[in-house]
């Protein structure tokens, strides 16, 4: 398991790169431009409290209901957000679940650096320790 | 454990990682075993990888040209190119061969704090998408069938909402 924890895209070639881009298999990236917008974070936060109509998200904002409506679109298509079917009603409903392969990759990032540092403090305790001996050799 | 020792953060509309760690070794050393060959790829890793160095030269313009040796027997080439070398606080490099759309552009700085030294690692990608892409693959890698399982159900998911 060890070994697999170990790399990362630059190490990967190029032509798998253009291939996963040319096909669109990159629902991080859709999470993360859902993501990349401070209304539509406000929309998450306020879901985060509880199911929310579209005028009661739309309250805080100094914007019309289809400009709300346009942002819920992409947080749906994101899977960040659910609706409901009741016809008038149709609250909206945060879906934590989307957000755990963002927390994952992080995660996987850290433990790359993790390990690394790591190994650079184990590396320099054994320099430094090195250095020690020598030094009380020569004396 | 060593999860804890460092810190890091990737904002959500930023395409930058931040990771940070405070060594336990006067900054020159530290600067030192960065630096120069002998040492980098002694502890470069990852885990369970050797490292063979064609090629290092830390100069503004100079590249590190080395190659990992994984467990599996499989090479994989690696080009990091020197932009800035301010000795012994600041390097900045960029991974990836000159050209490549997900090459990306790491800042390191090394502080004197009593006696030891943080490091602070910051990476920007050319784009969102691309640190996704790099962490994304990375974690594909890693996890192995059972992530890339998740990954499956995480697309159908999306197909069906």
């Known amino acids: ?16 790169i253009s291939y996963l881009v040319k096909y669109d298999m990159d629902p991080l990236s859709t999470t993360f431009q859902a993501l990349a917008d401070p209304t539509r974070r406000a929309i998450l936060a306020q879901l985060a409290l509880g199911e929310r109509s579209v005028t009661e998200l739309a ?10 409506s346009k942002h819920l679109k992409v947080l749906e298509h994101a899977g960040l957000i659910s609706r409901g079917r009741e016809a008038q009603w149709r609250p909206c409903k945060i879906e934590p679940k989307a957000l755990m392969p963002v927390d994952a990759w992080l995660e ?27 030094g009380r050799g020569k004396k | 454990m060593a999860a804890a020792r460092s810190e890091s953060r990737a904002p959500a509309d930023e395409p930058i990682i931040e990771i940070t760690r405070l060594l336990d070794a006067p900054r020159a050393l530290v600067w030192m075993v960065w630096t120069d060959p002998k040492h980098a790829g002694e502890w470069w890793g990852p885990d369970g990888f050797s490292v063979t160095t064609h090629a290092m030269n830390v100069v503004p313009g100079g590249v590190w040209d080395y190659v990992m040796h994984g467990p599996d027997g499989r090479d994989y080439d690696n080009l990091i190119t020197f932009h800035e070398v301010v000795k012994p606080e600041r390097l900045v490099y960029s991974h990836g061969e000159p050209g490549d ?40 890698v890693e996890g192995g069938r059972q992530h890339l399982d998740n990954l499956a159900a995480y697309l159908a998911r999306q197909q069906h909402a």
């Open chain 1, 108 to 134: 996987k990032y850290r433990a790359l650096w993790n390990a690394r540092f790591d190994r650079l403090e184990v590396y320099l305790r054994d320099l430094q320790a090195k250095g020690k001996k020598r």
């Open chain 1, 59 to 68: 309250a805080p904002f100094d914007m019309s209901l289809p400009g709300i």
């Open chain 2, 101 to 140: 759309p997900n090459q990306f552009h790491v800042t390191v700085t090394f502080t004197e704090e009593a006696g030891k030294t943080r490091v602070r690692m910051h990476s920007v990608f050319p784009s969102v998408a691309a640190r996704d892409f790099v962490a994304r693959e990375f974690g594909a």
């Open chain 1, 1 to 16: 398991m060890t070994f697999a924890r170990l790399t990362l895209a630059p190490y990967l070639t190029t032509s798998l």
